[in-house]
């Protein structure tokens, strides 16, 4: 069940026989019937969740509207569908009744959200009024698009204190060049543009993006540019991936894949090695400092937490010595100093209310 059988469901029956049935990305309703039950619309907010206990991911729309020209997503997801508000606040009351604190806000483009069902970009709103409802502690957001970036959504990182100083905007490239081919819609100067004014109006946000190397026709000019322009703005945290081809995308229809394997690794590896010296400084920089830390788990030695600066499963964590004298829980807060950074982690303390 998933994307894969949503769009090879013919070649996959054919290619692997031992597998009783296929199902698409929403089809759990057949799912259901097929394991002799059925689907309650009554209790469609009412989740298992797969995470641990004290976070969600809450899907807010789906598909997307976008035309990236080497993306298939709206290919198989469809076009963009945005949730209706009061569901997905219905949602996040139900799961606060559950023990959530945390909510990692996603879709394939959040700042899209209601302009097909609102008429506006209402992100903004849904995440203000999220940001009202009691036992919310920390609301993240996850993939954002650069261009028509919603103003009023910087007013609201900024001012809601249970809204981390966060975002992930994915931005794939800075050369004009690039960008333009991949059709994304957004130029060199908008884009630094954009990163400098979260900066300034949001003190203290931590920016995380993907970027693409080994776009048809990149050239050694734009690589460099790409290349300056990590090095200049030293994203908080940073993804990076060769290009490749996607049946039935724009640029599998129009572009040669024409820089070589090897030229797009070595161009990934000169790029990640840049982000990794420019991670390990910026994770020195926080020794010293303190910071709110949710404890996700406990793995040998360690209690494994995060700060509002970091996201579960793709950013670094908190490790905090266990002790006979110090027992935290798993989904509760505590303040901690940071004593020492390693690699990808930060270690640290609880600061003791008394000390
Ligand atoms: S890259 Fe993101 S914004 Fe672009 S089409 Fe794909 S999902 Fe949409």
Redesign the pocket.
Known sequence: MGCLSERYLKELSIEIPQVDKFYGKFDWKNLLQDLGKSYDERLHIERVLTTPAHYAYLKISEG?????A?????IITGHHISRPMEEILDEVRYLVSQGVKEFQVIA??LTYYGIDLYKKQMLPDLIERMADIPGVEWIRLH?A?PAHFPEKLIKVIRERPNVCKYLDI?L?HISDNVLAQMQ?HVTKAETYHLIRKLREEIPDIHIRTTLMVGFPSETEEDFEELKKFVREIRFDRMGAFAYSEEEGTYSAQHYIDNIPQEVKEKRLDELMAIQTQISAELGKSKIGKQLKVIIDRIEGDYYIGRSEFDSPEVDPEVLIERNENLQLQIGHFYPVKIVSAEDFDLYGNVVLENS
């Open positions: 997307c509207n976008r035309t990236c080497y993306c298939a997503i709206p394939q483009e993939y698009y994915a794939q994304r």
